[in-house]
Structures are given as C-alpha cells and as structure tokens.
C-alpha cells in the first residue's frame, strides 16, 4: 500500500506555537505571518492574539520548521518558544469576558462613553444576560436610574473598599 501525502497530513496533528513579538504590534504580527503564510503556502489552522497577554501571539499549524523560518522575515516578530503549548493554557483566552463580570451592586463608576461621559454614579442592578447595568447619577437633583451598557462605564470604587473603610473608622 503507498502512503500519498494526503494520508500522512491527515494523521498529523496540529499543534500551538507560542510567539514573541513586540509588545502592542501583536495583530500586526499576526497580519503580517497570515499574509507570508498564504504566499509560501505553509498551512496555518488558526491564530490568536489576545489582549490579556501582550507580546505574544499563538499560532497553531502543523510545521513548526517551516513557521520558524518564516517568522526570520516577519519585522515585529521576536522568537518563537521552544515546544508546542497546550489547549488548555490557553482555552480561557477563547471564552469573551463580560462586560458586567467585575462590576457588583454597589460599586462606583464612572460613566465613560455616552451622554453622561465623565460623570459618576452607584450601580444599582446588574442585568448579567444583556450585559447592562442599571445605575443613578450622583450630581442628578432627582435619583432616576439609567441604563447603560457594561462597556460604558469603569468602576472607580468598589462596595468592598467602602466597608473596609467603614469598619476600620
């Protein structure tokens, strides 16, 4: 029986290969070996680049000679790491965060895009499946709850600190 290419490449396993690169040139990085890799033909399955883990990018393919030569001509690119990285090091990068998961009732934000941009307000009820947070203003004469999306504001002052503060006075 022969063994054709197609045989041995289906056996093959695809592997992760972590990426150093210049710190904040991350997707450039990654737009940059997409790119050689279409042109030279080196099969790449997927690339990560997450926010969380500055100047380093994933790449998962299945020739790690041929990404290593690559990457010699990619400008932003700094080494890649010896061995192959688990998925599950890195599966929390592949589950979006919240935009309400850090914020409690209680807490004080700051209102940071919208029409209330840079005012301040207490979180008064979290809507977790929408990912909205119903908040009341402190500069308002009249206490009316406003709802605004998780991303809109940034928590300045959290319910624990408060009573820390409270306790220790």
Same mark, same amino acid.
């Given at each position: 029986?022969?063994? @054709?290419?197609? !045989?041995? %490449? %289906? ?7 972590? =990426? ?14 997409? +790119? #050689? ?8 399955? $997927?690339?990560?680049? @997450? ?9 998962? %393919? ?9 990457? *010699?001509?990619? $400008?932003?690119? #700094?080494?890649?790491? /010896? ?6 090091? =890195? ?6 965060? %919240? ?26 009820? =979290?809507?977790?499946? *929408? ?7 402190? !500069? +308002?004469?009249?206490?009316?709850? =406003? @709802? ?12 624990? !600190? /408060? ?7």
């Amino acid at each position: 029986m022969q063994n @054709t290419d197609f !045989e041995a %490449s %289906s056996e093959e396993k695809t592997k992760i290969f972590a =990426i150093k690169t210049q710190v904040g040139k991350e997707q450039n990085t990654a737009d940059l070996i997409n +790119s #050689r890799a279409d042109k030279s033909k080196i099969k790449i399955t $997927s690339i990560l680049v @997450t926010p969380e883990l500055r100047g380093y990018i994933f790449v998962e %393919s299945y020739d790690i000679e041929r990404i290593k030569d690559m990457i *010699k001509t990619v $400008s932003y690119a #700094r080494n890649m790491l /010896e061995g192959d990285t688990p998925i599950e090091q =890195i599966a929390h990068f592949l589950i979006p965060a %919240s935009a309400v998961a850090k914020i409690a009732e209680g807490d004080v934000v700051e209102m940071v895009a919208g029409p209330f941009r840079g005012e301040t307000a207490k979180v008064t009820r =979290i809507d977790d499946t *929408k990912e909205e947070i119903t908040v009341e203003l402190f !500069e +308002s004469v009249v206490p009316i709850p =406003i @709802t605004v999306r998780g991303e809109q504001v940034r928590v300045i002052k959290r319910k624990e !600190e /408060e009573k820390k503060k409270e306790e220790g006075a």
